[in-house]
């Protein structure tokens, strides 16, 4: 096989100033241009070695070694890499297989500089040492502890400060937040120490008693790190002042973080926030100048409605950084990365529309059927929103069998929406198949090949939740005169072809769907019978229990389709018994606490 020798791509687009149109119909002159560069590998070891190609093309004193399999012990290296200003250079579990860093150490690094290999011989081998020293590196030092915690009290041990006013606590558990603060802690120079969710380790306690820092921030919500490790610090530092700095996921967290630290930056570096390697292998570049890490989701063509929120700020000070994507396509998208831009530009909104899906339906004849009112939008800020559609014609005649096309016009949306509206002899027996054939069709849309089973949680939740209307009324409709009647689809709303055939449904549809789609996508789930207190009342219900990572979690698509949130994505029996009832002797336990 021949080998691939790419050096860093670096793809250029210019964002020229103009007329803007906006989607509310007003227009404005933007004189902001943004340049988008994409730094990127074959794999994420050329990845990283192309960010260190960015980070210098000349010779350094010092690099870093971490692997590129595991998050854990390298969570607190770009402090270290900063300080020493090394590159972070990634590795595989093998010397033959990171050839890449190799590659780069023998072209830049001075044969008097110094190799840091984060880790233990368990993570990386003694024969990365051997290859070091065969290449004729001499100096090499391994930091590492018995586990996680104590590999970060190392490496802050290794920094040259005598005394340390600020410290960042964040979660050795999960990448996302420790990740989303690197680039400011290193470039300032404080260490990141990392916690278990509830508890302090004993060398972390050490270093804060020796160190006495007057500012301790502390990354992520309470489901990462309880309020009794804050406490701990409050009792070991009662002078301290300690700030939290959190959001309702790692999105959230991180546009709370790049607020914080980097409200007006000359450069924005975009990376997955769904993976470690490619932020943890820029968190050195990006500390160059203390400039932030933005996580986008791969998954989605929209931007997260905390980062659309960082980017219209960054548009309303009439600032234009540079962007640049750490990553291929699959981890920052080429859409995402023009949508980013334009949106600092002021081309687009937070709220503008995105797209509009169309709809096709399939109605049994005779069957009573209108075209709905309002359709719901996806808004570049990852929203969705209830629009008022006219459609032409108005009427749909379900007397006939056959296929008709309704065109739809939406204010502030430049598309044509078509409605396709199937009119067939169905028979009830016959519903199974056609449920089945838009099940398969749903997955192979929204299920792409490498998604983790999170990633497919998350598209299924929202698939339900942005092409789904809770049925108010289920099955009922009212003559002239306000009398009631059932229709011939008054059980449909209870099943999972109500929400994804017709999609209209009630809890019991919202959770069969669930059910249906995720077993399809090959996840664990299974229905829940209980009751809930929606304000009006405890009521019968029905959610979901899903396995993600070994673990079970509830889920409650109706409930977040109610609140267009997650508030009910992946929650333990505590959390959710706040207003849910159910026989826990029938179901899985779920006691993880689950964060993005």
């Known amino acids: 096989m021949k080998k691939i020798i790419s050096i860093f791509f670096i793809f250029y687009f210019g964002i020229m100033p103009g007329n803007l149109a906006f989607a509310d119909g007003t227009t404005s002159i933007s004189q902001q241009t943004v340049n988008t560069t994409r730094l990127t590998g074959q794999t994420r070891y050329e990845t990283a070695k192309n960010i260190a190609e960015s980070y210098s093309q000349g010779k350094v004193k010092t690099v870093i070694f971490s692997t590129g399999n595991n998050f854990a012990d390298a969570l607190s290296a ?19 297989s990171s050839n890449d860093a190799y590659d780069y150490i023998t072209q ?3 044969p008097a500089g ?7 011989i368990g993570v990386i081998g003694k024969e990365f040492e051997t290859k070091l020293i065969n290449l004729g590196f001499k100096n090499i030092v391994r930091v590492s502890g018995y586990d996680r915690y104590e590999t970060s009290y190392q490496l802050a041990s290794l920094l040259n400060a005598s005394s340390v006013s600020t410290v960042v606590i964040s979660s050795g558990e999960s990448y996302p937040d420790a990740l989303s603060i690197a ?12 916690t278990p969710q509830n508890t302090l380790p004993k060398e972390i306690k050490s270093y804060l008693a020796d160190k006495k820092p007057s500012k301790i921030y502390i990354t992520g919500g309470t489901g990462v790190i309880s309020d009794n490790v804050s406490s701990e610090i409050s009792s070991l530092l009662p002078q301290a002042n300690i700030e939290r700095l959190s959001g309702q996921s790692r999105f959230d967290t991180n546009a709370a973080i790049a607020q914080a630290f980097a409200p007006t930056p000359d450069k924005v570096y975009l990376t997955t926030g769904y993976g470690f390697a490619d932020a943890l292998a820029g968190s050195a570049l990006a500390a160059k100048n203390g400039y932030p890490i933005i996580f986008i989701d791969p998954s989605s063509p929209t931007l997260h409605k905390a980062t659309a929120g960082y980017f219209g700020k960054l548009n309303a000070n009439n600032l234009s950084p540079t962007l640049i994507a750490f990553g291929g396509k699959g981890a920052v998208s080429d859409d995402v990365l023009k949508n980013s831009s334009d949106m600092i530009i002021g081309k687009i909104k937070q709220d503008s529309i995105y797209s509009i899906v169309d709809i096709n339906e399939t109605i049994p004849l005779n069957q009573d059927y209108s075209l709905p009112s309002t359709i719901k939008a996806r808004l570049y800020n990852s929203d969705s929103s209830d629009v008022s559609v006219k459609w032409n014609p108005s009427t749909v005649d379900t007397s006939t069998a056959g296929t008709s096309v309704y065109e739809g016009v939406v204010d502030g949306y430049s598309k044509t929406i078509r409605a396709s509206v199937t009119v067939e002899n169905i028979k009830i027996e016959d519903r199974d198949a056609y449920l089945n054939k838009k099940v398969n069709e749903i997955i192979s849309k929204i299920i792409t090949p ?7 949680e998350l598209a299924i939740h929202d698939y339900i939740v942005n092409n789904t209307e809770y049925n108010t009324t289920p099955g009922i409709t009212f003559d002239s005169a306000g009398n009631a009647k059932l229709t011939p689809n008054f059980n449909v709303v209870f099943t999972a072809y109500g929400v994804l055939i017709n999609g209209t449904g009630v809890c019991e549809g919202y959770a069969d769907a669930a059910n249906i789609l995720l077993n399809k996508a090959g996840i664990e789930s299974r229905m829940i019978y209980g009751m809930a207190n929606g304000g009006n009342g405890v009521e019968p219900h029905s959610w979901n229990i899903v396995k993600i990572s070994g673990e079970y979690y509830h889920l409650d698509v109706t409930w977040d389709d109610g609140s267009r949130s997650y508030d009910y994505f992946n929650l333990t029996d505590d959390q959710i018994a706040k207003d849910h009832t159910w026989d826990k002797e029938q179901y899985p336990a779920c006691t993880k606490k689950f964060a993005f």
Request: charged share 15%.
């Open 450 to 456: 490498g998604m983790t089973d999170l990633q497919k």
């Open 78 to 96: 770009s402090v270290l890499a900063h300080q020493k200003d090394a590159p972070v250079l990634l590795v595989d579990t093998s010397v033959d």
């Open 183 to 194: 680039s400011f802690a290193a470039n300032k120079g404080w260490p990141i120490l990392l």
């Open 108 to 110: 830049h690094l001075d």
């Open 114 to 120: 110094t190799v840091y290999i984060i880790g233990g």
